[in-house]
């Protein structure tokens, strides 16, 4: 009597296209039901996760240099400004909460007017190191084309968060604060 052998071909085809129709189930549920996009991440999506550019630029006060290399190792904010920005006004006081009271690292990098940013850090009360970049070199390694903007780097040195504007960059301040 012969014994009935199952065609090797007939259960491959089976297990392959049981594979496939699950692979196009799932990613069906992915194109109807993507995963949520933060808002904040769509301007700066090229930079998340990469390593921080090390700055080293002049002090506001013309002496000496300012670097993040020091905060190697920690999260820290830098706050990209310039003293005519209306919408960096509105940031300033976040700023300052969540550098004095929550202990946030901050390297305030500013431009523009040198004595105009001065007066600014003063009225302010800021204790942070500020740095002047009248050149705008810092602001390619960090795709900054507009003032506020906010650049949260974790304590492995990649970028976090970043954001523009005096909303977005509130909300990155708030973060890193609660980090």
Known sequence: MNALRPDRGATTLIVATGILLGMCIFLAAKIVNPPPIDPLD??????????AAVLELESLE?????SNAPFAGQPYLLIFADPECRACEA??????????????N?????????KAMQDKIEE???SFPVAFDSL??????FEVNAFPTVVWVDAEGNIAKAATGD?????????????
Do not use: C, K
């Not at 769509?42 to 390593?51: A, C, K, N, P, S």
């Open 91 to 104: 940031i300033y006081p976040h700023l300052l909460r969540a550098s004095q009271v929550q202990g946030v």
């Open 136 to 141: 705008l070199t810092a602001n390619a390694p």
């Open 106 to 114: 901050v390297l305030f990098i500013a431009s523009g007017d040198r």
């Open 124 to 126: 302010h009360s800021f």
């Open 167 to 179: 909303q977005g960059s509130t909300i990155v301040i708030h973060l890193a604060g609660g980090a």
């Open 62 to 66: 013309g002496m000496g240099q300012v």
């Open 42 to 51: 769509v301007e700066f999506w090229d930079l998340l996760g990469t390593q």
